[in-house]
């Protein structure tokens, strides 16, 4: 019996149901409709301060290799837009990790809310290039500590054909990287040293040739402007 009324009251209590699923619908609309302006003005703001952090990220990143070569400082910059960081006034400094954050929670309300969910092309390639920074600085640390060695050798250290190989195998691990890195001043500069290097090398196999004499030197410090050492 008690299954019978259920099933005779079961329309009746389902109209109901909708009945009231309307009313909150309706009661909820001003607020879905205040909710959605306001997500599309706080999109709005976001993709400006996503614009302006891409400019700065490529202004101020370490894109660049300075006549002294600071990597402590240069890992620092990348470290710091992998963590987060908020300043005294619960600002966001610049910092990739902390507006990617703020883009995940913007995207949930959206969702939320059945909006187009906010996305930032130059976010997406910042998190690229942080990546590709880090492998770049790591081959400049490389270089030069095999720089700072080289050029601690005196001239009758040097085993030519042992440095030939050093600098011919830096210029091919830095080569390799060409594709990924090839347009930044970073790669150009480094490079570009290790290949004036290739060049030094060959100069140097010419200059340990038995055949020169010391005429062949004096005309050499005259065209170059240089001394020879006592030893």
């Known amino acids: ?12 209590i389902w109209n109901v149901l909708k009945k009231r699923m309307y009313q909150c619908r309706t009661m909820l609309e001003d607020t879905c409709t205040r909710e959605q302006t306001r997500l599309r003005k706080d999109s709005a703001d976001f993709v400006a301060k996503a614009n302006a952090f891409r400019t700065w990220f490529k202004m101020n990143m370490p894109f660049a290799l300075d006549a002294n070569p600071e990597p402590d400082l240069a890992y620092s910059a990348i470290d710091t837009q992998r963590l987060m960081q908020i300043a005294h006034d619960g600002e966001n400094l610049h910092c ?32 690229v290039e942080l990546v590709k920074l880090k492998h770049v600085w790591d081959l400049v640390c490389v270089f030069l500590a095999s720089f700072s060695r080289w050029t601690e050798l005196a001239w009758f250290q040097v085993k030519l054909d042992v440095l030939s190989q050093d600098v011919q195998e830096l210029y091919e691990l830095v080569a390799q990287s060409q594709e990924h890195h090839s ?13 004036t290097s290739l060049e030094a090398v060959k100069l140097m196999h010419l200059l340990q040739s038995p055949v020169l004499r010391q005429r062949h030197w004096k005309q050499l410090l005259r065209v170059t402007g240089g001394s020879l050492l006592n030893e």
């Open 1 to 12: 019996t008690s299954c019978v009324q259920h099933v005779q009251t079961a329309s009746k």
């Open 96 to 127: 990739l990790a902390s507006i990617l954050v703020d883009l995940k929670d913007l995207n949930t309300q959206e969702e939320l809310f059945d909006l187009q969910m906010t996305q930032h092309e130059g976010l997406q390639r910042c998190t």
């Open 183 to 195: 347009g930044w001043p970073v790669y150009v500069a480094m490079e570009e040293k290790l290949r």
